[in-house]
């Protein structure tokens, strides 16, 4: 059974950081495409970010590039999501998913396995 789970999310000002971490469980980490998503509240699930099991190859939402940076350790099983220059309008619950394919991914579907997110709220 793969788990995934969360942390690292709060209540920031504008303008602060936050790094988000998704610890990975049961499954061989490095054989898995990484990926981050966000739901807002009253909105659709979007794709914010994806990084392949290298570490190398990245990809990432228009709305978030700049601010956004995605890596992993392969050694302690873990993805991060850093991110800066907070706005109101990332306010959203962040959820980590994970893919056993070859490359990046920003479709959900492709997501096999998901974690249950952190609220990462950014008051206006």
């Known amino acids: 059974q793969v788990q995934l789970v969360e942390s690292g999310g709060g209540l920031v000002q504008a303008g602060g950081s936050l790094r988000l971490s998704c610890a990975v469980s049961?499954?061989?980490?490095?054989?898995?495409?990484m990926g981050w998503f966000r739901q807002p509240p009253g909105k659709e699930r979007e794709f914010v970010a994806a990084i392949d099991w290298s570490g190398v190859s990245t990809f990432y939402s228009d709305s978030v590039k700049g601010r956004f940076s995605i890596s992993r350790d392969n050694a302690k099983n873990t993805a991060y999501l850093q991110i800066i220059s907070l706005k109101p309008e990332d306010t959203a619950v962040y959820l980590c998913?994970?893919?056993?394919?070859?490359?990046?991914?920003?479709?959900?579907?492709?997501?096999?396995?998901w974690g249950q997110g952190t609220q990462v709220t950014v008051p206006s």
């Open positions: 998913a994970a893919a056993s394919q070859y490359d990046v991914t920003i479709r959900g579907a492709d997501y096999e396995y």
């Open positions: 049961g499954r061989a980490f490095n054989m898995l495409v």
